[in-house]
Every structure is written in C-alpha cells, then in structure tokens.
C-alpha cells in the first residue's frame, strides 16, 4: 500500500512540476467540398499546418482525388528543432525532415 501512495505523490508532484503549454493560435476551415486546412501553434513553439483539397488524380483525370499536404515543428528530448513537411496523395505519404 506504501509503494502506491507513493507512486501517486511522485506522479502528481510531476504533474505540477511539468510545464503547461497553451494554444496561442488556433485556425480551421472546413468546406462542403471536403477540402479543409487548419493550423495551430502552441506556447511551447510546436507547430502544424494542413490543407487539403479535391483535384483530378493524376492516373484517371475522370476521378477526384484528396491531397493534402503541410507541416509541422516540434523540438525533441535533446533541445534539437526539427521541421516536418509531407504530401499525402493517391501516390502516397512523403515527408521530408529538416533540423532547424
């Protein structure tokens, strides 16, 4: 019973001690069509922003296709800031990483 009390206190004594992030910004737009884009950043400088809309598929012109492309910023365990930016389509998902 001592060993659960106190994996309780150490998790919620890390639970205070743990930074809160916040939404600084906050954008979304939704259409009939199905195509959308959003993005959003928080106060710990993480990133994302995507779009997404109909076009004729590159395969069959007579057949619409969704794309969506964007990207995202976020820092890891060692302080090093990365940018992500992908395409998603009828050919796949390609993301392309690059350190800031």
Partial sequence: M???AVFAFLCLAGLCLAEETSIVADDKEMNVDGSYNFR???SDGQKRE???ELKASE???DVQAI???G??????TDGK???VTYTADENG???MVKQL
């Fill in 2 to 4: 001592k060993f659960v």
């Fill in 40 to 42: 959003y950043e928080q």
């Fill in 50 to 52: 995507e779009k997404a």
């Fill in 59 to 61: 395969t069959n012109p």
């Fill in 67 to 69: 794309s969506v492309s």
């Fill in 71 to 76: 990207s995202y910023e976020y820092t890891d």
């Fill in 81 to 83: 800031r990365y940018l």
């Fill in 93 to 95: 998902y390609r993301p």
